[in-house]
């Protein structure tokens, strides 16, 4: 299985050079790693609205990602893939790798590492892994996107989560910046370091 997905890899990594030469787009799914990177967005950080009830997170409903990317390994950088079709609209959760240590919940101050994709492009606009150092938040307190404060509750240290995250729940109808399009989906991978 392995085999099959680096060949797989191997293949489209040729076929998306070849489509970017010609400046074309592909339908299919798109895998994604930091070292293609090349703009970088603030952290997953708003000052807008909390997703905080009284204190504690109270997570929407979420569907489980369906196409989810590959697990990796805890450690390492992780691929993502774009999958095909339009974005969600909902919040989408998929543990790739269930940690083994204690669960994150409202109130925790979390280190994660993590890349986030914005859909619309398929391409990288942040990677702690890039900055070589995870990223610290308070969990529930409205510090990151609401679908941060949502998705990361539950998971457990030493896991890794793929979280697709509708706009509503990221940045909405404002562009944060370089790489993140107005009303775009994201995609991130994250790694749950420690709970502090």
Same mark, same amino acid.
């Given at each position: 299985m392995t085999r099959l997905r680096t060949w797989t890899f191997v293949a489209l990594a040729a076929s998306s050079l070849g489509l970017a030469a010609c400046g074309s787009s592909s339908s299919s799914s798109t895998t994604t790693t930091a070292a293609s990177t090349a703009?970088?967005?603030?952290?997953?950080?708003?000052?807008? !609205?909390? $997703?905080? /009830?009284? @204190?504690?997170?109270?997570?929407? #409903?979420?569907?489980?990602? =369906?196409? %989810? !990317?590959? $697990?990796? /390994?805890? @450690?390492?950088?992780?691929?993502? #893939?774009?999958?095909?079709? =339009?974005? %969600?609209?909902?919040?989408?959760?998929?543990?790739?790798i269930v940690g083994t240590g204690p669960a994150a919940k409202a109130g925790d101050n979390v280190s994660v590492q993590?890349?986030?994709?914005?859909?619309?492009?398929?391409?990288?606009?942040d990677s702690s892994w890039s900055r070589g150092q995870p990223f610290q938040f308070v969990l529930g307190k409205g510090t990151v996107i609401p679908g941060w404060d949502e998705g990361v509750v539950g998971m457990q240290v030493g896991g890794r989560r793929e979280l697709i995250i509708p706009p509503n729940l990221a940045y909405g109808a404002q562009s944060p910046g370089s790489g993140i399009a107005a009303n775009d989906t994201l995609i991130f991978v994250v790694d749950l370091v420690k709970i502090n």
């Open positions: 703009t970088t967005a603030t952290p997953a950080t708003t000052g807008g !609205s909390t $997703a905080t /009830t009284g @204190g504690s997170t109270t997570p929407s #409903t979420y569907a489980t990602v =369906s196409d %989810p !990317s590959a $697990a990796g /390994t805890i @450690g390492t950088e992780p691929t993502i #893939t774009v999958p095909p079709g =339009s974005p %969600p609209t909902q919040l989408e959760v998929k543990d790739l993590y890349v986030g994709v914005a859909y619309s492009s398929k391409q990288i606009f």
